[in-house]
């Protein structure tokens, strides 16, 4: 996972676009990183002609439930926006004071992408599960993209044809049942989908230029 992280920032960097990776923090740390985007915002504040340092305000964009706001905490030292790994917790702009002269803008998370579809938007973590009347579609997609051995495993199910026998066999692994031990099939597929948010269920895409040992391990 290293490597795949390196190959996406390498991607970044050829267009142009300037990385900087800030790893979870462990207790007592800022989190990896930090430092360098610390200096790298100091540099920005100074004034090329004189290198005075002026105020500096730095929009942090991006989409819902991407950790913005974590970034900010984690630059700051310290909780100064809410965070939450459910969408929407971001009402609102606000502006945090880094330092006497860095102010950083924590924003609500934006959505660029051209789809309509709930399910599409709710797996993007653009919108809570529970504002699918039917959740059944975006467990469809979840099948389509995660190897079916994969899923097997990490609920310890049979085989399973299509996503109603899947959901049946998840309501039963996770004792999601109604009343006379009926499946209730909604609650699995909500479980499955809360699963994916978190990253319980693991996905990821290729970079491109990704290695065919990357390519291979997927």
């Not at 630059?75 to 880094?98: D, E, W, Y």
Request: hydrophobic letters at 35%.
């Amino acid at each position: 996972m290293v490597e795949l992280s390196q190959d996406h920032i390498h991607s970044f960097t050829v267009q142009g676009e300037y990385t900087a990776t800030i790893k979870k923090p462990s207790p007592g740390s800022g989190g990896l990183g930090v430092d360098e985007l610390m200096s790298l915002l100091t540099n920005y504040s100074r004034n090329p002609k004189d290198g005075v340092r002026n105020s500096l305000n730095v929009g942090v964009v991006g989409f819902p439930n991407t950790g913005k706001s974590a970034v900010i905490n984690t630059l700051k030292r310290r909780k100064v926006c809410a965070s939450s790994n459910v969408p929407g917790v971001t009402r609102q702009c606000q502006r945090i004071k880094l330092d006497k002269d860095i102010f950083l803008i924590d924003s609500p998370g934006i959505i660029t992408s051209q789809s309509t579809d709930p399910s599409d938007l709710v797996l993007k973590n653009c919108l809570r599960p529970e504002s699918l009347p039917d959740p059944t579609p975006a467990v469809a997609a979840i099948l389509n993209r995660c190897p079916k051995q994969q899923l097997m495993s990490k609920y310890d199910i049979g085989d399973y044809p299509d996503v109603t026998s899947f959901l049946l066999l998840i309501a039963h692994r996770l004792g999601r049942l109604k009343k006379g031990g009926i499946p209730d099939t909604t609650m699995a597929a909500r479980s499955v989908i809360n699963d994916w948010i978190t990253g319980k269920i693991t996905y990821f895409t290729q970079p491109p230029g990704a290695s065919d040992f990357q390519k291979e391990g997927k």
